[in-house]
């Protein structure tokens, strides 16, 4: 998947993904979809996100996670 919306810029953020450019990191978001926050209250939180935004961060994610291995306990 070609990421249209998110950005890399080490002289912002420390370099990390932020949308579209925007000091908002995409693990800000993921965070707040995470955590139960409606995509309503994450756009009235960050008035200049869009909803394509909350989606590409998403998929973003779920690619980042499909690229390496993470350490699980098994119970």
């Known amino acids: 998947m070609r990421f249209t919306r998110i950005t890399v810029d080490p002289r912002q ?7 579209r450019g ?6 800000t978001v993921v ?3 995470a ?3 409606a995509e309503t209250e994450i756009l009235a939180a960050y008035p200049d996100l869009q909803r394509e935004d909350i ?9 980042a996670v499909r690229e390496r291995e993470l350490p699980l306990t098994v119970p």
């Open 13 to 19: 953020m420390g370099g990390v993904p932020c949308i």
């Open 22 to 27: 925007l000091r908002v990191p995409v693990a």
């Open 31 to 33: 965070g707040m979809v």
């Open 35 to 37: 955590d139960g926050v």
């Open 55 to 63: 989606r590409e961060a998403l998929h973003y994610a779920a690619e």
